[in-house]
Structure formats: structure tokens, C-alpha cells
């Protein structure tokens, strides 16, 4: 997908050099990995990263893929190298299919998992080269609003406990985390956030994935 853009972004820069006009400089890159929810799943609509590219001028590589957990991500790192080595930031946002079928249990050791293997997929982003990487955090690992679980005690419980492995994460790598929570539930937690999820209450509507795409800081030139 990213040589097939920057295949035509040649071919632009030659029919402008051909014509006398000044050559367009290639657009920047924004790649997302992760689940379903950077993915789109459920919407119908552009998913917030592309959203967020198109604000920022940039063009959108999604390498998100519904249901994948955060050792997923970590493990399609090497079929993603060429696209990373292209990237001018990368977003990153998994874990919650991580602990979402245990979250009424003992999730100790699946957001252990998540912590390991977000800090391990940033170093292999940075190993490919040194680029700016935002860590998103959930709202919800299960769903949510009036489609949501029975006990949401527990799912608020769990979802603090995958947003903490996150946020660790992103400390131990010096990756920027964004949050996620308050845009849903408002700051005080006790908002409906039922208006930006799709009807299966586990993935944001077009409204949902536009909130997510504007926490997003302004994209940073690489290192």
C-alpha cells in the first residue's frame, strides 16, 4: 500500500518537474497497529487514524487487524518493517483483546502480558528507526453504554488495569500515551458514552472515531 503512494507521489514530482512547477514533497506518513478499534470495525465510516493523518496532511498506512492482542502486534512487527521504516509516527492500540475474556477473573498476568509486549513492539518500532510512537488507551475493553456488560464494575475495574499497562508501557519507552476514558465518559466518569459507540457497543461510531482522532497530539517530525 505505502509503495503503491509513494508511486504516485513520483510520478507527481516528475509531471511537475516536466511542466516547470515546483516538485511536491512526498506526504508524511501515520502507521496504525493494533485491534479492532484503530481497524474500524463496526463503523463504517474512516477510522480515527486516517482521520488523524488527513488533519495532519499526512497519509494513513492502518495496519490495525479485529482481534488482535498485544502479542499479536508484537509478532507482525517483521512483515511491517518496510512500512515502519517509512513511518513519520506510528500509533499503537492493543491489549484489550488481551484481557476482555477474563475480566471478571484474574487478569494479573494478561496485563503483565500487555505491559511486556507494547514496550517490546516500541523497541522493535525504534529498532527499525527512531520515530515518534502514541500509545491510546480504552475507554472500555468490553462493551460498553446501553449495549454494555451486566457487571461494569468489573469491566471498569479491568479496563483501569489494561489502561495502567499502557500507560507503563509507554513510560518504560519514552512513547507518548493519549487517553481515551474521559472523551467517553466525561471527566467525572458518569457520562452516557452510548452517542459515540456503534450499535454493538464495543467499537466507536463515526462521531466515537472522530473524538479519538482529535486527543491526538500534532503529528511530530521524525527524531
Do not use: K
Request: proline share 9%; charged share 15%.
Amino acid at each position: 500500500m505505502v509503495l503503491r503512494a509513494l508511486a504516485v507521489v513520483v510520478a507527481g514530482m516528475l509531471v511537475a518537474a516536466c511542466a516547470g512547477a515546483a516538485p511536491v514533497a512526498p506526504a508524511r506518513i501515520v502507521v496504525a497497529l493494533g485491534d479492532s478499534v484503530p481497524a474500524g470495525t463496526a463503523c463504517g465510516c474512516d477510522p480515527f487514524p486516517v482521520l488523524y493523518a488527513r488533519a495532519q496532511r499526512a497519509a494513513a498506512v492502518n495496519l490495525a487487524v479485529p482481534g488482535a492482542t498485544s502479542a499479536d502486534v508484537l509478532a507482525g512487527l517483521p512483515a511491517a518493517r518496510d512500512t515502519l521504516a517509512r513511518a513519520d509516527e506510528v500509533l499503537v492500540m492493543a491489549g484489550a483483546n488481551d484481557v476482555a475474556p477474563v475480566f471478571r477473573g484474574d487478569y494479573a498476568a494478561a496485563t503483565a502480558g500487555v505491559r511486556t509486549a507494547v514496550a517490546a513492539t516500541i523497541a522493535g518500532i525504534e529498532g527499525v528507526h527512531r520515530v515518534p510512537v502514541v500509545v491510546l488507551g480504552y475507554w472500555s475493553i468490553v462493551p460498553d453504554g446501553h449495549a454494555g456488560t451486566a457487571d461494569p464494575r468489573a469491566a471498569a475495574r479491568a479496563t483501569a488495569a489494561v489502561n495502567d499497562a499502557l500507560r507503563a508501557a509507554a513510560r518504560d519507552t519514552g512513547a507518548r500515551y493519549v487517553d481515551t476514558e474521559a472523551a467517553f465518559h466525561g471527566p467525572d466518569g458518569a457520562s452516557d458514552p452510548t452517542p459515540l459507540l456503534a450499535p454493538d457497543g464495543d467499537h466507536p461510531d463515526a462521531r466515537g472515531h472522530a473524538v479519538i482522532a482529535a486527543l491526538l497530539p500534532p503529528l511530530q517530525r521524525r527524531p
